[in-house]
Structures are given as C-alpha cells and as structure tokens.
C-alpha cells in the first residue's frame, strides 16, 4: 500500500513538472520569428569602391528587396580592416549588424597578437559570399612569357626584381611572399597603401611583379603595358579560362584564394544566423547577383556558417604556417 502511493505521488509531481515545462518553453520566443523588422547595418571593413564594397553593395540590395526593410552598408575603413569587424563583435548581438570580411582578415588573424578581438571565439560565421583569384602579372620590361620563365629569371637576376603588394601583411604581400617560398624565386616585396597604387607603380615601372584582381589588372592588358602569366585560383576559371594557375604552371600546391564572407557577433543567435544564411545563399543564386560578380572574377560561394566557419580556420593555420616556415618578418 506504502508502495503505491509512493507511485501515484512519484507520478503527479512527473505530470506536474511537465505541466510547468510546456508553458515555460511556449514562453520562450523564436529568436527569428519577424526578423529583420527593422533595417540591418552591414559593415564592410574598407573604403568605399573596394571589391568588398562592390559585393556587398550587390547582396544588400538582394536582401533589401526581399526583405522590405533596408541592408545599409557601412564602410568603417582603418587597421588594415580591423575596426570593422572589433565593432561588429561588440555590436548589440540581435542580428541587425553584420560584417563581410575578406581572406586578409585570416592573415591579420595569423600574423597580429595584438588584435582587439579573436576571429574564430568572438565572432560567427553566417556565409562565404565569393571566392576571387589574383592574377600574376610583369612589367613588360621583364623578359619572360611564363611562370617558370619568370622563376628563372628572378634566381639569374636575384633581388633584381621588385613585387609590389597592397601593404606588409595583406593577402597580396602573402601572394608574393608563397610564390617566393614555395618556388625559389628572388623577389623583393614593395608595399603600398592600396592595389591600386601597385598597378600605378607597375606601370611606371618601380616595381616589375604584381598579385592583383583581374579587374584591376584586365584595363591594362590590352595596351601591353602589363602582361598577366596565371591565376593563384586552384583551378582555371572561367572568366579567364586561357590563363594557367600557378600551381600548374610550375609552382606545386600553390593555391591563394580572395574570398569574402559574412559574419557576425559571436552572441547572434543560431536561429537568426540561419536564417541570414538562407537569405544570402539565395541571393548569391539569382543570375543577376552571380553575372554582376563574375564580371569582376568572382565566382558565388553561399557556404554554411559550418563550412565557412572552417574555412576561416584552414587559412588562419595555412599563414601562420607560411610565417613560420619562411621565417617572414612583418615590420613595414
């Protein structure tokens, strides 16, 4: 009898906590349920007209229009793209601020201790937008029709040869400091504040080697004032699809890639991250979206913030790697 009554007992406070339960977990709201209701602020890390406006500015039109309320991008240039994204990880995190950033970002991540904030711990992946090559181009004034020509050439003529790069510690100085490691060649790294200051000294012949996007080097190409010789891309692409990568033209395992992501605040929730996510992949999928960003050699990604947010870690290793192997020294 004891017995029982301990099982009818045992049974009412089981149904009486489950009765608490349910109204408690119908309380607690859909973190996405009527987002956006209000504008979202996308912050791009650079000045304005950079690839990474330009992409962005075509996303947040996609995401306005389906959306109905406005994606406004806002450009917070300054530490090499670092208070762009130290504002997106201490931004209010209910969705409404997000941030593209590039592969440089993975670079800075690798190479500077000192930054106010940790990539991978305060911040979260929402999607990789694009991945974009560099090209390898010359000076005229150098002798050489192809990548092995070029090598060969730089280790004749060692230090002769100067590559100009966007800045110490861009992607594009780690372009330039890859292809010296990995294929020998006696290069002596420039810095500029800009590609496009690289271009112009190119032209003006103080540097005879560049990394540069192909739609800043392709105005040049026709004239011959510049001669491009691959991609960094790890296969042709098609918007350039008679250029070698470098990797086949005669360096092994040489890959570097331009991608631009999204992210966010490391607090978002996960719903709404989702939710971004669906949006942008879709976007990146419509064919005015893919034609406008394959013109500039691009080519639409629209990961999952997994795969993305993996990808992030892969080239934050690879640098830290290349530093470290090729006893790099950042010092401007």
């Known amino acids: 009898m004891h017995c029982q009554n301990l099982t009818v007992r045992a049974a009412a406070l089981a149904c009486a906590a489950a009765c608490l339960v349910q109204p408690l977990a119908a309380a607690q709201p859909d973190s996405a349920a009527g987002y956006p209701n209000k504008p979202i602020r996308f912050i791009v890390p650079f000045v304005p007209g950079a690839g990474t406006d330009t992409t962005a500015r075509v996303i ?13 991008v ?3 240039a300054g530490a090499a793209g ?3 994204v130290e504002l997106t990880a201490k931004a209010v995190p209910d969705g409404y601020t997000i941030c593209l950033i590039s592969a440089s970002h ?10 106010p904030y940790d990539l991978t711990r305060d911040l979260q ?6 991945s974009l090559f560099y090209v390898l181009y010359h000076h005229p004034s150098v002798p050489v029709k192809s990548v092995k020509e070029l090598i060969a050439y730089s280790k004749a003529n060692p230090d002769k040869l100067h590559f100009g790069s966007s800045g110490t510690g861009g992607l594009q100085h780690f372009a330039g ?33 560049g990394f540069g996007t192909l739609l800043g080097v392709r105005p040049h190409m026709p004239s011959g004032r510049v001669r491009v010789l691959a991609v960094s891309a790890k296969k042709r692409s098609p918007a350039a699809p008679e250029l070698p990568t470098i990797a086949e033209a005669g360096v092994p395992g040489y ?10 605040s490391a607090k978002v929730p996960k719903p709404i991250i989702m939710k971004l996510n669906a949006a942008m992949a879709e976007a990146l999928k419509s064919p005015d979206v893919e034609k406008r960003l394959t013109s500039d050699g691009s080519t639409p990604v629209g990961s999952t913030p997994e795969q993305f947010s993996a990808h992030i870690k892969s080239e934050i290793a690879k640098w830290r790697k290349l530093v470290k192997e090729a006893k790099l020294e950042l010092q401007e």
């Open 74 to 76: 806002d450009n917070r």
């Open 82 to 84: 670092a208070s762009g």
């Open 125 to 130: 992946a929402i999607t990789q937008a694009t």
């Open 255 to 264: 890959e570097v890639d331009q991608w631009y992501g999204i992210i966010a």
């Open 177 to 209: 400091e890859m292809f010296k490691y990995l294929s020998g060649a006696r290069l002596v790294h420039v810095p500029y504040k800009g590609g496009a200051a690289v271009i112009t000294a190119m032209l003006s012949g103080d540097v005879q080697v």
């Open 60 to 72: 947040a039109q996609k995401l306005s229009e389906k959306w109905g309320h406005q994606v406004v």
């Open 106 to 115: 993975s670079v800075n991540s690798a190479t500077n201790p000192k930054l």
